[in-house]
């Protein structure tokens, strides 16, 4: 390799790294030509690649690409996974490679400004890809206008059977009828009004008939005096004699 090859592979090394959401350091001893191609089509469809280059041309990439801290890993055997997409996705595939091959080991590695440890690639391989995460948010965010449509649905449902039960009881039935029927109401309003005017005049009469002491007829009867007996007149004379023998025989 040239000097101009050996440029161009740092530039391009130092395009991957500024490109890359991640970077994973990895310890690549063991593994095959033809696990290397198994290894590089799962990180393609987990939208990272996978690539071998000499530490020295590396050390110079990562100069280039202002990420010196990746110099650290630069150590033996070492290749590394630019991760262009979702790095939990990514650390999820070499996570299941290394379990069917038994090869790979982390040695490290960037995400963002932050430096990785081994540990921590092996933490991220077990953390929900972003798809997931991203359904996870949107059921968080959409959570509280769907408890407020199913709570206002219930209130509704549970208002209508209370009417129901309440119309079935015959409260709202018995006054939607006299709303409806205000010939009834001014037929009850009339025949009160009969009944007062008749209970009236009877109360009126009643009065009137109390009003009259018993025997007021007869006294007024009784007190009227007997005319008097004209003088000379046989036929009256003896009648009133008669009458006369007649109270006096009644009073003693």
Known sequence: MNREQ????????????????????????????????????????????????????????????????????????????????????????LAAFRRETRLLEYKGGLIG?????????????????????QAQFVGVLASPVTGLVRGLAGLVSGLATALDQ????????????AADTPESASSADDAGSGDGDGGGGGGEDTASDEGVEPGATESSDAGTEAEPVAPGDPVSEAAAAEEESTDEESGS
């Open 166 to 177: 309440i119309q079935e009881q015959g409260l709202i039935g018995d006054a939607t009828t």
């Open 6 to 93: 050996k440029a161009a592979v740092i530039e391009e090394v130092a395009a991957e790294i500024r490109e890359s959401e991640a970077v994973f350091a990895i310890d690549y001893r063991g593994i095959s030509v033809r696990q290397a191609g198994d290894l590089r089509v799962r990180l393609g469809d987990a939208g990272a690649s996978f690539r071998v280059v000499k530490n020295t041309l590396t050390e110079r990439a990562a100069d280039q690409a202002g990420t010196a801290e990746l110099k650290q890993y630069l150590e033996g055997p070492t290749a590394f996974a630019f991760v262009r997409g979702d790095a939990a996705t990514a650390a999820k595939a």
């Open 113 to 133: 400004d932050r430096t990785l440890t081994a540990e921590d690639i092996d933490t991220i391989s077990r953390l929900p890809a972003r798809e997931a995460l």
